[in-house]
Every structure is written in C-alpha cells, then in structure tokens.
C-alpha cells in the first residue's frame, strides 16, 4: 500500500489562504490504514479548519480515493462538496491527481506520499518498493536493493558497508548483506561474483497502463 | 600511457598520495601541495567531492596536476553523473592526457554538505569499470563507436577490514572482471589483518595498495574511529599518540612504520591525510 504521511499544518493551511469553505475527501485505503486520511483524521481537521477561521463544509471518505471515476460520481452528489471553495484532500499523490481530474474545483495536498510500503503489522509499514517499472527480486533472493540499499546499488555492497551494517544508517543493516546471507544460506552466494547489468529506466516512461489479458499464450 | 601502470608492472613498491581539491576556485595552494609531492609519489589521488563534500571538479584538478607534471589519479563517482555524464567525463579525461581513473562507487550525499542531493547511483563502481573497459575499445557503454577510443588505466577500492569479508570478497572478483587493474584500500591500521586479508586476495594476482592515513593526534584518531565508516584505529596506536610529548610528529613516526611493515606484503601504499599533505613528503623520507 502507499504509505503517507501528514504534511505540517502550516503549510496545509499557507496552500489554501485564498480559500474559505474546505470540503475534506479523505481515503478508505492506504491512507486510512496509514492514518493520515480515515475517518479521525477527517473529524481533526474539521475542527483545525475551524481554529483557523476556515468553515469545514464536510467530509466524505471514498473506498479508494485513486479512482477518478468514483471521485466524479461522489462529487456528483455531494452539495456540502460543491459549496466549497476548494476540496482539502487526505490521500496519496494519485488521490489527488483523481480528485483533481474529477473536478474543476482547486485541490489542496494534505499528505506527502513516502512509499509502496509492506505492511509489518498495523500502523507499521516497511519501505520495500519503488515501483521501478524493472524487477530484480528474482535475482536478488526475493530483497529488493533499488529500495531497501540508500544508494539503490545493483551491485553491492558498497565500501561504506561496515560490520553488516549501513553507511547511511549505522542501525540499518546493509541489505546487501542480507542478500548475500540469504543467498548463502542457499549456498548460493557464488551468484553474486556476477554483474548485474546498469538498470533500464525505459520502462517508468509510460504516462498510461491499460489493463492486457492474461492468456495461456500471450505472455 | 601510465606511469603507475609502468611501475606497477614493474613490481616496483608504488607510492600515491591523495589530495582534495578546494572548495573555491584558488588554487595556489592547491598547486604548491601537488610540486611537494613531486617526484615523491607515482600518482597524486584527486578525490571527487570526498564524504559528499561539495568542491571543485575532480576531473578540473587532475588536469591542473597534470599541467604540473605530475600523473594524476583522477577520482569518479557514480554518486552526482548518470551514465551519459560519466562518459563524457572519461572521454573529456582521456583527451586531456588523464591516464589513470579510480572508479568509485561514491559516499551517500547524506555523509556531506548538501544532505538534500539527489543520489545519481545510474551505475556503481563495477558498471562504471565496465564503462571504462568498453571506452577503452572504442565504444559506450551502448555500443555505439567512438571517434577515438580512451586510453585508461582503471583502478578501484577496497574495504579490506570489515565483516562479513565474503561479499568484499566477491564485490572485489566483479570489479577485476569489469576491468580494475589495481586497488586502493580504505586506511589500514592492523598489519596481521591486513596480511590475513591479502593472503585471501591472491587467486587474484592484482596489485593492492593499503591505504596508509596520517594521523596527528589522539583525538583525531578517536574522532575518525566514531565517525568514519570502516576505519579503526587500535588503542595501542592511540594511546602512542596520547603519551607523546609531540603527537604529530608521532603520527608521522607510525605512518613510517606502518608502510615498513606493509612493503612485505603489498607491492605499494596509498598516503591519505586529513588537510596535512604537506607531511607525505616527511613520511617519505623516513622509509
């Protein structure tokens, strides 16, 4: 799921100054899992607008806030939505974009988007993917270092690897090494005396993926 | 043609000599350090923004060294060019005389002074040795022919004192296939480690210079034990510099013992200071 995280109020609060009537679209998914976008911390914002000497028009929270054509129908119907200056949206960076392409309305961030993240357990989520369009966890024993290594080495690790641990992170481990232990334990570490070749970045290109059917022969 | 390459053909024991280049566009004093060393060393290192460190161009002050007659070892990173930058850069060296490259995968730009940078990381240290390789045939890293193919002399570095050492190890084997012709190492403070190290290294047959660090006080021995990755300096050796009557003058006197003892096991060193090249040609003296 995408992981987000709050932006500070003030800066929320400096993007809509132009506008009084906040209407709040929050997100049922990763957002209300991450806690930045469910049904608290729509109700926390009602009453910061207020503090602020904003009027709350009302909330609403869509299943999943990145569907522009749910966001459209929603919109659509809501008279609280389309009395409002401006639409404050607690979701991702997609979100967003969807709230933005539903309507002519001007669309007020409230998050930063951090990551793809792995839920650990609830309210705890590990950053594992970056979406980079080019997977290597086949070759890197299910770990992947475009995201997990700080310097997103496909050849690692690095001379800053000290003790196993991370240069960047002293209390991170080297996911190098723990590619390397994991291979190891397979003994098959010897894999790694092989370059892997420069990434491809010719893939993350594409503005627009359309859904392609799965059939037996045309993978 | 290298002249570090010459000698270390020849088997003879090679000194290099690091130097940073400024943070400003003087150089005079850049430039007095680099006729110090001068006929003292086979090759001055020039670092490419060191720790992150933002300061002249390292390809800039290789040619500055050359232009004095001393063969540079010019630094490069992956860390601030993507592949199209470090080509051009390698073709721009290479035409300026710039015979020897160390390719260095580089520090993260948290370590530095601008912590906000965008790390580049297009290729690592083996990509980028890979680069010089095909360069050196007469073509980028696509394929595409050049007009005019590099003439390098590429080396690379090592961590010799870490664990676990197997993926060192191997991270070492990639970069001899990719093309390294030698190494430098991160300071070396413990000769048996650093022997145990080497005798592992020799399937290999390729030269490994140690790095050889200055160190001029107790305190600056502490500090670097703290804060640099893969440094570390024994409490024999700090306690020498904490009870000497005159620490940087001990300092000079361990770097000459040091590089004593690593003769028997290495066919060179590498001397790094923190800001005190100067000292180099004194240490030099005493071996």
Partial sequence: ???????????????????????????????????????????????????????????FIPEET???????????????????????????????????????????????????????????????CSLCGSCVLSS????????????????????????????????????????????????????LATINKPKSFGNVRHQKVEPKKLSKEGR | MSKLSDALKNKEFVITAELSPRKGTIVSNFI????????????????????????????????LVLREGVEPVYQLTCRDRNRLALQSDLIGAAALGIRNVLALTGDHPS???????????????????????????????????????????????????TEPLEPVLLAMERKIQAGAKFFQTQPVFDIDAFASFMSKTQQFRIPVMPGILLLHSAEQALNLNAH???IKIPDSLIKRLETAADPHREG?????????????????????????????????ERI
């Avoid at chain 1, 997103?152 to 960047?168: A, D, I, S």
């Avoid at chain 2, 680099?34 to 040619?63: C, E, F, G």
């Fill in chain 1, 1 to 59: 799921m995408i992981v987000t995280d709050n932006k500070p109020k003030k800066e929320v609060l400096e993007a809509m100054q132009d506008y009084h009537k906040i209407f709040i679209i929050g997100c049922g998914s990763c957002a209300a899992a991450s806690r930045t976008g469910g049904e608290d911390e729509c109700r926390i914002w009602v009453d910061d607008l207020k503090k602020n000497g904003k009027e709350a028009a009302g909330y």
């Fill in chain 1, 66 to 128: 990145c569907h522009v054509f749910l966001l459209k129908s929603m919109l659509r119907q809501s008279g609280a939505a389309a009395s409002s200056d401006a639409l404050l949206v607690l979701a991702c960076g997609a979100g967003v974009q969807a709230v933005s392409a539903a309507t002519d309305k001007p669309v007020v961030a409230g998050l930063n988007s951090m990551f793809l993240g792995t839920t650990y357990r609830a309210g705890e989520f590990l950053k594992y």
């Fill in chain 1, 140 to 191: 890197t024993a299910g770990i992947c270092p475009v995201t997990r290594c700080p310097k997103g080495l496909l050849n690692g690790p690095c001379g800053g690897m000290v003790n196993g641990m991370c240069e960047v992170d002293a209390s991170m481990k080297c996911v190098w090494v723990e590619i390397y232990e994991r291979l190891k334990s397979r003994n098959k570490q010897k894999i």
């Fill in chain 2, 32 to 63: 007095k350090t680099v006729n110090v060393l001068k006929d003292k060393v086979h090759a001055i290192n020039i670092t490419d923004n060191q720790r992150a460190v933002m300061r002249m161009s390292s390809l800039v002050a290789s040619y």
């Fill in chain 2, 111 to 161: 370590a530095g002074d601008a912590p906000e940078a965008k790390p580049v990381f297009d290729l690592d240290a083996a990509t980028l040795l890979q680069t010089i390789t095909k360069l050196n045939a007469g073509f980028d890293l696509n394929g595409h022919p050049l007009k005019g193919a590099t003439d390098l002399f590429p080396g690379a570095a090592l961590t010799p004192q």
């Fill in chain 2, 228 to 230: 640099v990755p893969g």
């Fill in chain 2, 252 to 284: 000079i006197e361990i770097a000459g013992e040091l590089i004593g003892k690593l003769r028997q096991v290495s066919q060179g060193v590498h001397i790094m200071t923190v800001g005190q090249e100067k000292d180099i040609s004194t240490v030099l």
